[in-house]
T-cell receptor, first 117, second 115 residues
Framework: AQKVTQAQTEISVVEKEDVTLDCVYE???????LFWYKQPPSGELVFLIR??????QNEISGRYSWNFQKSTSSFNFTITASQVVDSAVYFCALRIEGPGNTGKLIFGQGTTLQVKP | DAGVTQSPTHLIKTRGQQVTLRCSPK?????VSWYQQALGQGPQFIFQYYEEEERQRGNFPDRFSGHQFPNYSSELNVNALLLGDSALYLC??????????????FGPGTRLTVL
């Protein structure tokens, strides 16, 4: 069975601090994608990044960076120099590829990030 | 470029009633997926529609049904509402490609409250 675990329910930091959100996934499939979405209070899930299972290269986009390690089945997300606007719920998600799989996303429980001024 | 839109924004129903939620996909997308997000939880996959047919379904009862129209828009219907159906219902659209599935982009959701 596939599963995504975000062990951190809530994180609170002060503005300009760095923060890492953890994501651990479970699957026996070899071909899959991992995602991070941001959900602000408005409710809409905002796509942040997609990474496939064959690409373990870390990625940086501005203040955001992602660390993908297949050896530990983790796909962690770091925000550098956090800002109040980063306050939101962040979801990690898994999508299995292959016959019979149509793109269904399996989400973790989410991590609520509060950045205080 | 219009994003995913959903209507209505909020809805209040009573137990036993039926509800229809609507979704218009992002311009250029042909696939619609529906998710249920209970308070404090991650979204749970309900089903996905492509070419007006249900392609995959999550662990939801038959009370949950859907439809996709020729213009790719979609409806989610829930019959015999239960208190536990209270949730944010999210619609996501994507584009099916021959070799890979595209990223799903989400709408703002419909908040359903069942009293």
């Amino acid at each position: 069975a596939q599963k995504v675990t975000q062990a951190q329910t809530e994180i609170s930091v002060v503005e300009k601090e760095d923060v890492t959100l953890d994501c651990v996934y479970e699957t026996r499939d070899t071909t899959y994608y991992l995602f991070w979405y941001k959900q602000p209070p408005s409710g809409e899930l905002v796509f942040l990044i997609r990474r496939n299972s064959f690409d373990e290269q870390n990625e940086i986009s501005g203040r955001y960076s992602w660390n993908f390690q297949k050896s530990t089945s983790s796909f962690n997300f770091t925000i550098t120099a956090s800002q109040v606007v980063d306050s939101a719920v962040y979801f990690c998600a898994l999508r299995i590829e292959g016959p019979g799989n149509t793109g269904k996303l399996i989400f973790g429980q989410g991590t609520t990030l509060q950045v205080k001024p | 470029d219009a994003g995913v839109t959903q209507s209505p924004t909020h809805l209040i129903k009573t137990r036993g009633q039926q509800v229809t939620l609507r979704c218009s996909p992002k311009s250029g997308h042909d696939t619609v997926s529906w998710y249920q997000q209970a308070l404090g939880q991650g979204p749970q996959f309900i089903f996905q529609y492509y070419e007006e047919e249900e392609r995959q379904r999550g662990n939801f009862p038959d009370r949950f049904s859907g439809h996709q129209f020729p213009n790719y828009s979609s409806e989610l219907n829930v019959n015999a509402l239960l208190l536990g159906d209270s949730a944010l219902y999210l619609c996501a659209s994507s584009l099916i490609r021959p070799t890979a599935t595209d990223t799903q982009y989400f709408g703002p959701g419909t908040r359903l409250t069942v009293l």
